[in-house]
């Protein structure tokens, strides 16, 4: 494999879940001055380029940067890997690798991004496990999956660690992460009210 260098990994952004916990679309949640989806975007951007978000069909979303391609998922509920492939169709043939994001992550460190980018090395997929736990919506993905990802879908085989099960996955643990982000803000998904009034609790005065 081609050893992936930081100008060849783009950014995906995944906001097509259903917000059942949180009682209302994450990527409209208001956080320090912008919304939720809108500051993931950013935030990412500043680690990589170009930066895809991936929505639902019918789903309406935040006002994006004219650089920031919207596309959309082809069949509505396959998760993350669903979004994913999305994700690759329009990346295809741009870049080498993308890492993947949720949409729900307001405290994503673009340091955390850059040194996963830099752990690839000639694995197919570089992923955290920070307290026993796999994090594939904050890992880096190469484009040369996608063949990988559409398999597993045909097959309903929708958790994302069938796929690190499949090809070369470097697995990234807590330790080689701690000094770029020491309380992994970056893993902190936002699924409930209680998950988001804390989280705004924490950003403030921390911008």
Same mark, same amino acid.
């Given at each position: +494999? ?5 100008? $060849? ?8 879940? !259903?917000?059942?916990?949180?009682? $209302? ?10 919304? +939720? ?6 935030? #990412? ?27 959309? @998922? @082809? ?5 993350? #890997?669903?979004? #994913?492939? =999305? ?34 090395? @000639? ?7 920070? &307290? ?9 993905? $190469? ?9 597993? #879908?045909? !097959? &309903? ?21 701690? @000094? ?7 893993? $902190? &998904?936002? &699924? ?5 009034? =804390? ?9």
């Amino acid at each position: +494999m081609v050893q992936v260098i930081p100008d $060849r990994v783009a950014g995906i952004v995944l906001c097509g879940g !259903q917000s059942r916990r949180m009682g $209302r679309p994450k990527a409209w949640l208001p956080f320090a001055g912008e919304l +939720m989806l809108q500051r993931v975007v950013r935030l #990412l951007r500043e680690a990589v380029e170009p930066v895809v978000v991936v929505a639902a069909p019918k789903q309406e979303v935040p006002t994006l940067p004219a650089e920031v391609a919207l596309v959309r @998922d @082809d069949v509505e509920g396959l998760g993350p #890997l669903g979004g #994913l492939a =999305a994700g690759f169709r329009a990346l295809q043939g741009r870049v080498d690798a993308a890492y993947l994001s949720s949409c729900d992550v307001p405290l994503l460190r673009p340091e955390f991004v850059r040194r996963l980018m830099h752990l690839l090395g @000639d694995s197919a997929i570089c992923v955290p496990r920070v &307290n026993g736990y796999h994090h594939p919506l904050a890992a880096v993905y $190469r484009i040369e999956l996608a063949d990988a990802v559409r398999s597993l #879908l045909v !097959q &309903n085989r929708l958790r994302p660690l069938f796929l690190f099960d499949t090809v070369p996955t470097r697995i990234v643990e807590g330790a080689e992460l701690a @000094d770029v982000d020491p309380g992994f803000k970056t893993l $902190r &998904n936002l &699924n409930t009210p209680e998950d988001y009034e =804390a989280a705004l609790r924490d950003c403030e005065g921390k911008i």
